[in-house]
C-alpha cells in the first residue's frame, strides 16, 4: 500500500459522541497513485450488545484551508453482522468526487439494529475520547501496577476511568455507565475506581520484602552449591585421574556416572519428572534415591514458589494444570502458591521446606485477604446503590471476614429505614404489603385502584426508590391478598427481624406513634378544644371507635366553651370556689370531653391566672366542685342561656350565686 497509496490525512483516535453505538476508531485520506481518486478508510468499533446490520456516515470534505467542499456525502456500510466489540471498515474505502479535498470530518447518523430496531444521530459533536493510561503511568510506580495486578488479576493493563457515559475497564473494554461489571471480565467498577491504594502500598511493600528474602536466600545456596562443586571438583579431579587409568576396567561405572550427570543437569534445566526418572533409575548409585525422592521435589517446589512469586503462568506447567482450564476469578500466584505449599510440607524439615512453607501460607493468607477485601467493597458498593439484598447475601457468603456478619443486618436495616423514610413522606392507610428478604423475590404491595388514584404525584416512584434496587411489585387489587399485611406490621416484622440491632426498637416504636392517626383527635380533646375536636371527626373518613358517641358529646357541651362576663350575683363567687375573695370580671371557658367524665375548666386571666374546675358525669350538663367543704358548687346554661354558678351548703341550701353573659 506504501506504494501505490499515499497518506494525506488522519482523523483523530477514537471520535465519540455520547449515546452511540459506535466510536471511530480510525480514519484517513489517501491518494490512489495509480487511478489518482481520493479514497476515504475508517475503521469502527461497536459498543452495543444488540447486532449492527447497517451503518450510514456523512463526510464533510474539506479543502487545504479547512473550508468545506459543498454538501456533506453519505455513504453506507451494508449487510454487517457486528456484535459487540466487533470493528469493522478497515477493508472499505468510499471514493471522494471532489479532488480538492485535503481532509474531512465524519458522523454516524444512522444505525440499523438486525431486530429492525434503530439508532439516529441527535446531531452532537463526535470529539476524541480522552486516551485511557497505562496501570505504570496512573500509579506512578511499575511495582504498584504488579501489585494491582496480583489483586485483580494479570490482565490489568490500564487505569479505569469514566466519561461522556462510558467507562474504560482495566482489561481495556469500553462500558456504559449504566453497566455495574464488565461485559469483558465481568469485573465491578465501582470496586476498580475505589482502589485503596495506601492498602495496595502495604501489600507491594510485603511482597517485595518477601522477594528480597528469597532472592537473597536464592544467592545463599547458590553460593553453598559453588562451593560445593568447587570442593567436589578438588576432591573428584585425583578420583578423574584414577579412573582415566581403569578406565578400560570399569566400562558400567562410566556409564552410570554420566547418566547420573546427565540426571543432574536435568534437574538444573527444570525438567524434574525427567530428572526424577533418571536418579530413580540409578538405583542407590551415589545417592540418587535421595535425590529423586527430596532433592527434585525440593527444587521443584522453590521453582514452584519463585513463578508463584512473579505471577508467571509458566509455572502451572510444573504443576500439570493448563492456562485454558483457568476461570476469570481464578488467581495464578495464589494456584501456585498452594502448589508450592503443599509439596514444602510433605517434604517435612528437609533443608528450609519448613520455612518455605511457611512463607508460602503467609502468601497465600495474603491474597485471599486481598481478594476477600476486594468482594467485601464490591459489596460495600452494592449496599450505597441500594442493592440491598444482593449486598447482604454478598456480606453472608464471606463469612466471619471483617464485620460481615454485622454488615448482613445492615443492608436489611438500611432497607427497613428506606421503607420507614417513604412511610414519614406518605399516608400508607390502606397499602398492604409481602415484604421479602430473598434476592430473586420481589416484595409485593397492594392498594385499591380508587385509593391509587386518590394518591399524590410521586407514591409509587418514591415507593420503588425506597426499595432501592431490589425487586419490587405494586399491584392494584380491590381485596387485600391473605398472605399480606398492612404496611405498617410488615414493616415492623422486618426491624424486628434485626433484633437488637442498631435503634430497630426505636423504629418500632416510631411506626406505632406515626401510625396512630386519631392522636391529634385527642389532643384537640384534652386541650378542651371542643369545636376542633368536632370538626376534626366530622372530617376523618376511617372507622372511629364510638364515633357517634363522641360527636354527641361534643356537640352537646359546645355552648360551654367561651369568653363570658360577669352579668349579675355575687362577683366573688368564682374565686370563693378557688378559695379566694376577689372579684371575677370575666373568664374563659373550655370542656374536656370524655365517654365517661366530663370537665369543665373555667381559666381566669386577670392579676393572676386561675384555673377552676368542674366535673359532670358525660352526658349531663350541670357540673359540680366540692372540695370545699361543706359547700358544694355547680355550673350550668340557664334559661338565659347564661352561664351560671351557684353555691350549696351542706343541707342543699344555695346561699349565693351568680352568672355571666357570652362576651361580644
Same mark, same amino acid.
Given at each position: 500500500?506504501?506504494?501505490?497509496?499515499?497518506?494525506?490525512?488522519?482523523?483523530?483516535?477514537?471520535?465519540?459522541?455520547?449515546?452511540?453505538?459506535?466510536?471511530?476508531?480510525?480514519?484517513?485520506?489517501?491518494?490512489?497513485?495509480?487511478?489518482?481518486?481520493?479514497?476515504?478508510?475508517?475503521?469502527?468499533?461497536?459498543?452495543?450488545?444488540?447486532?449492527?446490520?447497517?451503518?450510514?456516515?456523512?463526510?464533510?470534505?474539506?479543502?487545504?484551508?479547512?473550508?468545506?467542499?459543498?454538501?456533506?456525502?453519505?455513504?453506507?456500510?451494508?449487510?454487517?453482522?457486528?456484535?459487540?466489540?466487533?470493528?469493522?471498515?478497515?477493508?472499505?474505502?468510499?471514493?471522494?468526487?471532489?479532488?480538492?479535498?485535503?481532509?474531512?470530518?465524519?458522523?454516524?447518523?444512522?444505525?440499523?439494529? +438486525?431486530?429492525?430496531?434503530?439508532?439516529?444521530? !441527535?446531531?452532537?459533536?463526535?470529539?476524541?475520547?480522552?486516551?485511557?493510561?497505562?496501570?505504570?503511568?496512573?500509579?506512578?510506580?511499575?511495582?504498584?501496577?504488579?501489585?494491582?495486578?496480583?489483586?485483580?488479576?494479570?490482565?490489568?493493563?490500564?487505569?479505569?476511568?469514566?466519561?461522556?457515559?462510558?467507562?474504560?475497564?482495566?482489561?481495556?473494554?469500553?462500558?456504559?455507565?449504566?453497566?455495574?461489571?464488565?461485559?469483558?471480565?465481568?469485573?465491578?467498577?465501582?470496586?476498580?475506581? +475505589?482502589?485503596?491504594?495506601?492498602?495496595?502500598?502495604?501489600?507491594?511493600?510485603?511482597?517485595?520484602?518477601?522477594?528480597?528474602?528469597?532472592?537473597?536466600?536464592?544467592?545463599?545456596?547458590?553460593?553453598?552449591?559453588?562451593?560445593?562443586?568447587?570442593?567436589?571438583?578438588?576432591?573428584?579431579?585425583?578420583?578423574?585421574?584414577?579412573?582415566?587409568?581403569?578406565?578400560?576396567?570399569?566400562?558400567?561405572?562410566?556409564?552410570?556416572?554420566?547418566?547420573?550427570?546427565?540426571?543432574?543437569?536435568?534437574?538444573?534445566?527444570?525438567?524434574?519428572?525427567?530428572?526424577?526418572?533418571?536418579?530413580?533409575?540409578?538405583?542407590?548409585?551415589?545417592?540418587?534415591?535421595?535425590?529423586?525422592?527430596?532433592?527434585?521435589?525440593?527444587?521443584?517446589?522453590?521453582?514452584?514458589?519463585?513463578?508463584?512469586? #512473579?505471577?508467571?503462568?509458566?509455572?502451572?506447567?510444573?504443576?500439570?494444570?493448563?492456562?485454558?482450564?483457568?476461570?476469570?476469578?481464578?488467581?495464578?500466584?495464589?494456584?501456585?502458591?498452594?502448589?508450592?505449599?503443599?509439596?514444602?510440607?510433605?517434604?517435612?524439615?528437609?533443608?528450609?521446606?519448613?520455612?518455605?512453607?511457611?512463607?508460602?501460607?503467609?502468601?497465600?493468607? =495474603?491474597?485471599?485477604?486481598?481478594?476477600?477485601?476486594?468482594?467485601?467493597?464490591?459489596?460495600?458498593?452494592?449496599?450505597?446503590?441500594?442493592?440491598?439484598?444482593?449486598?447482604?447475601?454478598?456480606?453472608?457468603?464471606?463469612? /466471619?471476614?471483617?464485620?460481615?456478619?454485622?454488615?448482613?443486618?445492615?443492608?436489611?436495616?438500611?432497607?427497613?429505614?428506606?421503607?420507614?423514610?417513604?412511610?414519614?413522606?406518605?399516608?400508607?392507610?390502606?397499602?398492604?404489603?409481602?415484604? =421479602?428478604?430473598?434476592?430473586?423475590?420481589?416484595?409485593?404491595?397492594?392498594?385499591? #385502584? !380508587?385509593?391509587?388514584?386518590?394518591?399524590?404525584?410521586?407514591?409509587?416512584?418514591?415507593?420503588?426508590?425506597?426499595?432501592?434496587?431490589?425487586?419490587?411489585?405494586?399491584?392494584?387489587?380491590?381485596?387485600?391478598?391473605?398472605?399480606?399485611?398492612?404496611?405498617?406490621?410488615?414493616?415492623?416484622?422486618?426491624?424486628?427481624?434485626?433484633? !437488637?440491632?442498631? /435503634?430497630?426498637?426505636?423504629?418500632?416504636?416510631?411506626?406505632?406513634?406515626?401510625?396512630?392517626?386519631?392522636?391529634?383527635?385527642?389532643?384537640?380533646?384534652?386541650?378542651?378544644?371542643?369545636?376542633?375536636?368536632?370538626?376534626?371527626?366530622?372530617?376523618?373518613? !376511617?372507622?372511629?371507635?364510638?364515633?357517634?358517641?363522641?360527636?354527641?358529646?361534643?356537640?352537646?357541651?359546645?355552648?360551654?366553651?367561651?369568653?363570658?362576663?360577669?352579668?349579675?350575683? +355575687?362577683?366573688?363567687?368564682?374565686?370563693?370556689?378557688?378559695?379566694?375573695?376577689?372579684?371575677?370580671?370575666?373568664?374563659?371557658?373550655?370542656?374536656?370531653?370524655?365517654? +365517661?367524665?366530663?370537665?369543665?375548666?373555667?381559666?381566669?386571666?386577670?392579676?393572676?391566672?386561675?384555673?377552676?374546675?368542674?366535673?359532670?358525669?358525660?352526658?349531663?350538663?350541670?357540673?359540680?366542685? =366540692?372540695?370545699?367543704?361543706?359547700?358544694?358548687?355547680?355550673?350550668?346554661?340557664?334559661?338565659?342561656?347564661?352561664?351560671?354558678?351557684?353555691?350549696?351548703?351542706?343541707?342543699?341550701?344555695?346561699?349565693?350565686?351568680?352568672?355571666?353573659?357570652?362576651?361580644?
Amino acid at each position: 500500500m506504501s506504494e501505490r497509496y499515499t497518506k494525506l490525512f488522519s482523523l483523530e483516535k477514537d471520535l465519540f459522541c455520547p449515546g452511540s453505538p459506535l466510536i471511530i476508531s480510525a480514519g484517513a485520506l489517501l491518494m490512489d497513485n495509480y487511478s489518482k481518486n481520493l479514497l476515504a478508510q475508517l475503521k469502527f468499533k461497536s459498543i452495543e450488545d444488540k447486532v449492527i446490520s447497517s451503518v450510514k456516515i456523512s463526510i464533510s470534505m474539506l479543502d487545504s484551508a479547512g473550508r468545506e467542499l459543498g454538501a456533506p456525502a453519505e455513504y453506507q456500510y451494508l449487510d454487517l453482522n457486528i456484535g459487540r466489540d466487533g470493528e469493522f471498515g478497515q477493508k472499505h474505502a468510499f471514493v471522494l468526487q471532489s479532488p480538492n479535498v485535503r481532509s474531512y470530518r465524519v458522523a454516524v447518523t444512522e444505525i440499523l439494529y +438486525d431486530d429492525y430496531s434503530h439508532w439516529v444521530w !441527535d446531531g452532537s459533536p463526535w470529539q476524541p475520547l480522552n486516551p485511557i493510561e497505562k496501570l505504570t503511568d496512573a500509579l506512578g510506580d511499575e511495582e504498584l501496577a504488579s501489585q494491582y495486578r496480583v489483586r485483580y488479576g494479570l490482565d490489568c493493563e490500564f487505569e479505569p476511568q469514566e466519561q461522556q457515559g462510558l467507562w474504560f475497564c482495566t482489561c481495556g473494554a469500553v462500558n456504559h455507565v449504566d453497566e455495574r461489571s464488565c461485559h469483558s471480565c465481568h469485573r465491578v467498577y465501582s470496586a476498580l475506581r +475505589d482502589v485503596n491504594v495506601d492498602s495496595l502500598s502495604r501489600e507491594c511493600a510485603e511482597r517485595l520484602k518477601y522477594e528480597d528474602e528469597q532472592h537473597k536466600e536464592k544467592e545463599e545456596v547458590t553460593i553453598e552449591k559453588r562451593k560445593n562443586r568447587r570442593s567436589n571438583y578438588l576432591v573428584l579431579v585425583p578420583i578423574i585421574i584414577i579412573l582415566a587409568l581403569v578406565i578400560a576396567f570399569v566400562p558400567r561405572e562410566v556409564k552410570k556416572a554420566r547418566a547420573y550427570s546427565a540426571a543432574e543437569t536435568l534437574l538444573e534445566e527444570g525438567k524434574y519428572d525427567e530428572a526424577e526418572s533418571a536418579f530413580e533409575a540409578l538405583g542407590n548409585y551415589r545417592g540418587s534415591a535421595s535425590q529423586a525422592k527430596k532433592s527434585v521435589p525440593y527444587e521443584k517446589a522453590v521453582d514452584i514458589m519463585e513463578y508463584a512469586e #512473579k505471577g508467571d503462568s509458566a509455572g502451572l506447567k510444573i504443576i500439570g494444570v493448563s492456562l485454558s482450564s483457568l476461570t476469570e476469578d481464578d488467581n495464578i500466584s495464589l494456584i501456585l502458591y498452594e502448589a508450592a505449599a503443599e509439596r514444602f510440607a510433605s517434604m517435612g524439615d528437609y533443608k528450609d521446606s519448613v520455612k518455605n512453607a511457611e512463607l508460602c501460607n503467609a502468601a497465600i493468607d =495474603s491474597i485471599n485477604t486481598a481478594k476477600l477485601q476486594s468482594i467485601y467493597d464490591e459489596n460495600a458498593e452494592l449496599l450505597k446503590q441500594q442493592h440491598y439484598l444482593a449486598a447482604r447475601d454478598g456480606f453472608a457468603a464471606l463469612g /466471619d471476614f471483617s464485620d460481615s456478619a454485622a454488615m448482613v443486618k445492615e443492608s436489611i436495616y438500611q432497607k427497613a429505614v428506606a421503607l420507614y423514610n417513604f412511610m414519614e413522606k406518605h399516608d400508607i392507610r390502606g397499602v398492604s404489603a409481602k415484604l =421479602s428478604t430473598d434476592t430473586e423475590t420481589p416484595s409485593k404491595f397492594s392498594l385499591s #385502584k !380508587d385509593d391509587a388514584l386518590r394518591r399524590p404525584d410521586g407514591f409509587v416512584t418514591d415507593l420503588k426508590t425506597a426499595c432501592g434496587h431490589d425487586k419490587a411489585d405494586i399491584s392494584l387489587d380491590e381485596t387485600t391478598p391473605d398472605e399480606f399485611l398492612p404496611y405498617q406490621d410488615a414493616l415492623t416484622a422486618l426491624f424486628k427481624s434485626l433484633g !437488637d440491632y442498631k /435503634d430497630s426498637d426505636k423504629y418500632i416504636s416510631k411506626i406505632a406513634d406515626l401510625c396512630d392517626y386519631t392522636k391529634d383527635f385527642f389532643i384537640l380533646v384534652n386541650d378542651g378544644n371542643v369545636q376542633g375536636a368536632y370538626d376534626w371527626l366530622n372530617a376523618y373518613e !376511617d372507622e372511629f371507635e364510638n364515633r357517634e358517641r363522641w360527636l354527641e358529646l361534643l356537640q352537646l357541651y359546645m355552648p360551654f366553651c367561651d369568653t363570658w362576663e360577669f352579668s349579675t350575683g +355575687d362577683p366573688t363567687l368564682v374565686y370563693t370556689a378557688a378559695s379566694a375573695t376577689k372579684e371575677v370580671k370575666s373568664f374563659t371557658s373550655s370542656v374536656v370531653v370524655g365517654l +365517661d367524665t366530663v370537665t369543665l375548666r373555667l381559666h381566669i386571666a386577670e392579676e393572676e391566672e386561675y384555673d377552676i374546675e368542674f366535673t359532670a358525669p358525660a352526658g349531663e350538663v350541670g357540673f359540680s366542685k =366540692s372540695d370545699h367543704p361543706p359547700y358544694t358548687y355547680y355550673a350550668a346554661i340557664s334559661v338565659l342561656k347564661r352561664l351560671a354558678l351557684m353555691k350549696y351548703d351542706s343541707s342543699g341550701a344555695m346561699i349565693s350565686s351568680c352568672d355571666f353573659s357570652r362576651a361580644g
